[in-house]
């Protein structure tokens, strides 16, 4: 079905077209937005997509020519806190953002910024309570954004998957763990919920938005059992199960940070609040989905052409 053209006077910019900035880029022009979105290296316009140069860690920084944001309402940041440095948008673009007639800027954060809530229920009302490093980092630029004077919206993420990261390449290659640690969940989302989400609030008026969403799944559980319905769906068999505590020793740093934190992001400002139903309301409908659009022959990689929103 071809999507409504809800917004055909706006025009976006993405700022980070990596795996959900391309994603909705790639929806937002199918709703007839003209869309512009900046990558690291050179990439040739498709479909429709108008790409930017933007990369921060170059010597000088690679910019975007300010005429090509001329007339930009609405802008997605994708780019992650530099370590130690802020962020890199805010540093090296904000000046020009100030200048251009936004309507609404969303701001992609992570659940992360919650810190270990020892798997109780997190809302947008919860403390702040980061660990050193990245999600320190990241509700710093969080705190930035919202003190830049922007519209700003910002959206706290789980982990993230989709088509092309899916559990079932490395299922089926040998390379999938089965970790078990007591009592221990994490939260998700797929990819098109975040850029439907996405969608559905740059179209709300402003007073209709909260400055902070959740954009969260149902569905909080174990990692195995995610792993264990993707090994369903593959009729595939499942790894031995692994003791976290006999195996953290040897995990690299981030992968123990993960697990080191244990939480259950709440949902409820998104889909009473704001509105948004969920079209992946768990893992098991999401991953169903990742399988047909991996396997269906029009088969996704993260950077071809989505077909859906
Ligand atoms: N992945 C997850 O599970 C997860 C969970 C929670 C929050 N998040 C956050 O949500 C956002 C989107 O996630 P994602 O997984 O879609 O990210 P992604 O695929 O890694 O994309 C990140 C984008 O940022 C750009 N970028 C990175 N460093 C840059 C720099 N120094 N200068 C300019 N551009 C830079 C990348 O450019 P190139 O396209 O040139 O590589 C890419 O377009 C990120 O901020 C991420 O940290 C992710």
Same mark, same amino acid.
């Given at each position: 079905m071809t999507p409504a053209l809800v917004n055909p006077g706006r025009r976006l910019l993405v700022i980070g077209g990596g795996y959900t900035g391309l994603r909705l880029a790639q929806a937002a022009q199918r709703r007839g937005m003209a869309v512009q979105l900046t990558s690291r290296e050179p990439r040739q316009d498709t479909h429709g997509l108008v790409w930017l140069p933007f990369n921060s860690a170059s010597e000088p920084p690679a910019l975007p020519p300010r005429q090509a944001l001329q007339g930009t309402t609405d802008v997605v940041v994708c780019v992650p806190p530099e370590a130690g440095l802020g962020d890199p948008v805010l540093r090296l673009l904000g000046p020009i953002l100030q200048e251009l007639p936004l309507q609404w800027l969303g701001y992609l954060s992570t659940t992360g910024v919650y810190g270990d809530t020892g798997g109780a229920w997190v809302d947008e009302t919860g403390t702040t309570a980061p660990r050193p490093g990245r999600s320190q980092d990241r509700l710093e630029a969080e705190q930035a954004w919202l003190a830049s004077g922007l519209p700003v919206q910002l959206f706290r993420l789980p982990a993230i998957y989709g088509p092309g990261r899916s559990p079932f390449e490395a299922l089926e290659s040998g390379r999938s763990?089965? +970790? /078990?640690? *007591? $009592?221990?969940?994490? !939260?998700?989302? /797929?990819? #098109? #919920? +975040?850029? $439907?989400? @996405? @969608?559905?609030?740059?179209? @709300? !008026? *402003?007073?209709?938005? *909260?400055?902070?969403?959740?954009?969260v799944d149902d569905c909080p559980c174990p990692s195995s059992e995610t792993l264990g319905y993707a090994a369903h769906l593959l009729n595939h068999k499942l790894p031995a199960m692994e003791r976290y505590d006999t195996i953290a020793a040897a995990m690299s740093p981030m992968a123990r940070s993960f697990w080191a934190e244990n939480r259950r992001a709440s949902n409820g400002l998104l889909r009473h609040t704001v509105g948004y139903t969920l079209r992946y309301p768990s893992y098991r409908e999401g991953y169903r989905a990742c399988l047909a659009e991996e396997r269906g022959g029009g088969g996704q990689s993260p950077r071809s052409p989505g077909s859906t929103t």
């Open positions: 763990r089965l +970790i /078990h640690k *007591p $009592g221990q969940v994490f !939260s998700r989302v /797929h990819v #098109d #919920d +975040i850029v $439907g989400c @996405l @969608l559905h609030c740059q179209a @709300l !008026s *402003p007073e209709q938005r *909260p400055t902070v969403v959740n954009v």
